[in-house]
């Protein structure tokens, strides 16, 4: 697989004006972070692989993300996970319907992480929850050579970058490839949290992002109207939907901050749609949307 150059866009929302870096559009079934984190297991050639685990939540972007690249490869796929409820087992959606249908094989487990590093040997990748690894910076590299030449072609003068953030991956790397600010914000953890986890992939805190936050917090993954509401007029004033996980709690964060932040705001798009399908599910029947 070749991937194409993402598409970047001016749009607008609340009347003020951005850029808008669609990674969402790399490929059909690999896009997003997760396509970067993971560009390197497929670029490269692993001759004795011969299956890839990993661990994480039921409706993990990057559980289906590797999935697929599993499937590519003709890897078998392992993945843990804390809990899988009832209800989802016997009406399979969003990632977890689509992972299932590319072969993987999930266990519930109340140590996840272990279980996933038990079953390491010399046929075996493991990845770590979110991709968050040293090999993620491949992909990463070329998302930041793109934007520079996005950044060049469309004759912007004081750029600087915005994505959320679960392990802070793209975040870091992109920092470490970029002369200009990244901003980003957790939406796992607080600023503790997010800081931790570059530590464990890069030692030279120079090269960390800033971390923007905000006066309400919001918790991974429960459902708050206020945060559906803002998605639903994300897809009214820019015609592109975003990501229910992970995009809607960035943009919270960032309207908050937005008047201190000067220049040329460039958001990154960080996929995730297939995700949607699952956090709509549950939108509707918590809150009774009708419009969905």
């Given at each position: 697989?070749?991937?194409q150059?993402?598409?970047?866009?001016?749009?607008?929302?609340?009347?003020?004006?951005?850029?808008?870096?669609?990674?969402?559009?790399?490929?059909?079934?690999?896009?997003?972070?997760?396509?970067?984190?993971?560009h390197?297991?497929?670029?490269?050639?692993?001759?004795?692989?011969?299956?890839?685990?990993?661990?994480?939540?039921?409706?993990?972007?990057?559980?289906?993300?590797?999935?697929?690249?599993?499937?590519?490869?003709?890897?078998?796929?392992?993945y843990?996970?804390?809990?899988?409820?009832?209800?989802?087992?016997?009406?399979?959606?969003?990632?977890?319907?689509?992972?299932?249908?590319?072969?993987m094989?999930?266990?519930?487990?109340?140590?996840?992480?272990?279980?996933?590093?038990?079953?390491?040997?010399?046929?075996?990748?493991?990845?770590?929850?979110?991709?968050?690894?040293?090999?993620?910076?491949?992909?990463?590299?070329?998302?930041?050579?793109?934007?520079?030449?996005?950044?060049?072609e469309?004759?912007?003068?004081?750029?600087?970058?915005?994505?959320?953030?679960?392990?802070?991956?793209?975040?870091?790397?992109?920092?470490?490839?970029?002369?200009?600010?990244?901003?980003?914000?957790?939406?796992?953890?607080?600023?503790?949290?997010?800081?931790?986890?570059?530590?464990?992939?890069?030692?030279?805190?120079?090269?960390?992002?800033?971390?923007?936050?905000?006066?309400?917090?919001?918790?991974?993954?429960?459902?708050?109207?206020?945060?559906?509401e803002?998605?639903?007029?994300?897809?009214?004033?820019?015609?592109?939907?975003?990501?229910?996980?992970?995009?809607?709690?960035?943009?919270?964060?960032?309207?908050?901050?937005?008047?201190?932040?000067?220049?040329?705001?460039?958001?990154?798009?960080?996929?995730?749609?297939?995700?949607?399908?699952?956090?709509?599910?549950?939108?509707?029947?918590?809150?009774?949307?009708?419009?969905?």
């Open positions: 697989m070749i991937f150059i993402s598409p970047f866009h001016k749009s607008f929302f609340q009347n003020r004006e951005f850029y808008l870096k669609r990674d969402d559009l790399l490929h059909q079934d690999f896009s997003g972070n997760k396509a970067r984190k993971f390197y297991f497929l670029e490269k050639e692993f001759l004795h692989v011969k299956r890839v685990v990993s661990y994480g939540s039921n409706q993990s972007n990057a559980m289906y993300s590797l999935s697929v690249l599993a499937k590519m490869k003709n890897w078998e796929f392992i843990f996970c804390d809990h899988i409820p009832t209800f989802l087992k016997q009406n399979p959606v969003g990632n977890y319907k689509a992972a299932l249908q590319n072969g094989k999930i266990f519930e487990t109340t140590n996840r992480a272990f279980r996933a590093q038990s079953l390491k040997d010399e046929d075996t990748l493991v990845i770590e929850e979110g991709g968050r690894q040293k090999e993620a910076e491949f992909g990463l590299k070329f998302l930041a050579y793109e934007l520079q030449k996005d950044i060049e469309n004759g912007l003068q004081k750029p600087f970058v915005f994505l959320p953030s679960g392990t802070g991956t793209t975040a870091l790397f992109l920092q470490k490839y970029l002369s200009f600010p990244v901003f980003t914000c957790s939406t796992v953890g607080d600023e503790e949290y997010l800081k931790k986890q570059w530590e464990m992939i890069e030692e030279n805190t120079e090269n960390f992002p800033k971390i923007l936050t905000a006066t309400k917090k919001y918790h991974y993954g429960k459902l708050n109207l206020e945060l559906y803002l998605w639903r007029d994300l897809k009214n004033q820019t015609n592109v939907e975003f990501d229910l996980m992970y995009d809607v709690v960035g943009w919270k964060k960032l309207l908050e901050n937005w008047q201190n932040l000067d220049g040329d705001l460039i958001y990154i798009h960080q996929g995730g749609i297939k995700g949607n399908e699952s956090m709509l599910q549950r939108y509707k029947y918590k809150y009774d949307i009708i419009d969905l």
